[in-house]
């Protein structure tokens, strides 16, 4: 999938906490996740606490999930936690600037998923919570998270 800094622009404009972290943005948002070298990137204690609370939300929901049992209510909820918790990691984390770049690539992911959670765009609910589950899946494939295991398994 190809990100235009203009894409970025409209998803930092519709979270304004994130929008008000001005100073945490380090030029152009690249194209496409990438390995640092072969290797995952290493990530901080805020954005490790973030991702294992998405994550551990995820994992808390899948089952109802799956059995259709999940109501657009809980699906509201789940894409506000998935929110604020993206908020407190873009507040709060300080990568390298390389790395920074990769972790929106997820972030994006993650807030589109949200978003769709709460009947906001042209997504199911159901459609949101999968491509959150994507997103968890690909952050466990690029950045170095100790015991990571996404929700929905490797």
Same mark, same amino acid.
């Given at each position: &999938? ?11 404009? !519709?979270?304004?906490?994130?929008? /008000?972290? !001005?100073?945490? @943005? @380090? =030029? ?18 805020? +954005?490790?606490?973030? &991702?294992? *609370?998405? *994550? =551990?939300? &995820?994992?808390? /929901? ?5 059995? *259709?049992?999940?109501? *657009? ?6 894409? $506000? ?17 390389? !790395?920074? /770049? &990769? ?22 609910? @159901?459609? =949101? $919570?999968?491509?959150?589950?994507? /997103? +968890? @899946?690909?952050? =466990? ?14």
């Amino acid at each position: &999938m190809k990100r235009s800094l203009c894409l970025f622009a409209l998803f930092t404009a !519709a979270l304004p906490a994130l929008a /008000a972290d !001005a100073g945490h @943005h @380090h =030029g152009a948002v690249p194209q496409q996740l990438q390995l640092d070298a072969g290797k995952p990137w290493k990530i901080d204690a805020p +954005l490790r606490q973030a &991702m294992d *609370n998405i *994550n =551990g939300a &995820m994992k808390q /929901a899948l089952p109802r999930i799956q059995r *259709n049992q999940f109501k *657009n209510p809980d699906y509201q909820k789940l894409g $506000a936690t998935v929110d604020k918790e993206i908020a407190y990691a873009v507040a709060n984390c300080k990568l390298e600037p390389r !790395a920074d /770049a &990769m972790v929106h690539l997820i972030i994006a992911e993650l807030s589109a998923g949200a978003k769709a959670m709460q009947g906001k765009g042209k997504l199911s609910r @159901h459609d =949101g $919570a999968v491509k959150v589950i994507e /997103a +968890l @899946h690909a952050y =466990g494939r690029f950045f170095q998270h100790p015991g990571w295991v996404p929700a929905g398994g490797r």
